[in-house]
């Protein structure tokens, strides 16, 4: 074997090694973000649970004509609201989402009514050259998801609804379970469902509230859409991290199996090559002993 092949060889196993100084280096950025974002998905989760929960208790005890967020549309204008990532090296994070997405839109069959807000560049990115029409496009906000961010989506989502240009509205994002589990959902954001009773003890146990039904839906059907487009986003961003520190994790381990691969090949090559060098030479002392 020739010198160039072992120096071809060598020069990979260096761009490998710093490929692999990158992936490892992403990992443990990926690794300390993702503690801060559990942190505020975990603070905002319980919270976001409760209000749904009070709401849909309260809507199954009030006249749906109380708040027009409560009245159930007949025509299937629909809305997904979509949250991906912004950036890739994540593995298959967004494509997941936008599968579920797609799937969705056709098993449906809402081709023609369907229309989309996206937030995340990746969505936005793909969603942009297929025919469904984008009424909003949020990029660039998921590295540190911001409140204002969800209350400008969620206040455009509510003046939709109440102009009766949507019937309803979905959440499409991945649900943060662990580290290296993340769960696609599609929730129903609007309008707010009733709550279903399956025994009266469960309907006996209610709270009393002060304000009249009309005048708390007014404060918060409002502040419900806000938190649940949050806490999708807050969700979204600690399944980001997540999946991104498993990707790279993957990533630095299989620069590790193709350095000692492309290491132990580099080594037969050098031994062949010595191997053949002292070959020759034996050959061409053997000839000099043979001339004289």
Known sequence: MSGGNVRDVRRRVRSVQNIQQITRAMKFVAASKLRRAQDRMFSARPYANRMLEVLKSLAARAKPELHPLLVQHEGDKVMLVVVTSDRG????????????????????????????????????????????????????????????????????????????????????????KSVVQQKVVIEKLLPIQRLDFDDQEEVLLDHIYEQTPSVLFDHLLERHVETQVFRAMLESEAAEHGSRMTAMDAATRNAKDMIESLTLRMNRMRQTSITTEIIEIIGGAEALVEDK
Not at 115 to 140: C, I, M, Q
Not at 142 to 169: F, H, N, T, W
């Open 89 to 176: 090296l994540c593995g298959a994070f967004s494509s997941n989402i936008i599968k579920a997405a797609t799937r969705y839109i056709r098993e449906e069959n809402i081709n023609e009514t369907i229309s989309l807000t996206l937030v995340g560049r990746k969505g936005a990115d793909w969603f942009r050259h297929r025919p469904w029409p984008v009424r909003h496009e949020y990029v660039n906000i998921m590295s540190r998801v911001d409140l204002k961010y969800a209350q400008e989506i969620s206040r455009s989502i509510i003046d939709y609804y109440l102009a009766g240009e949507l019937d309803a509205i979905y959440l499409v994002y991945n649900e943060f």
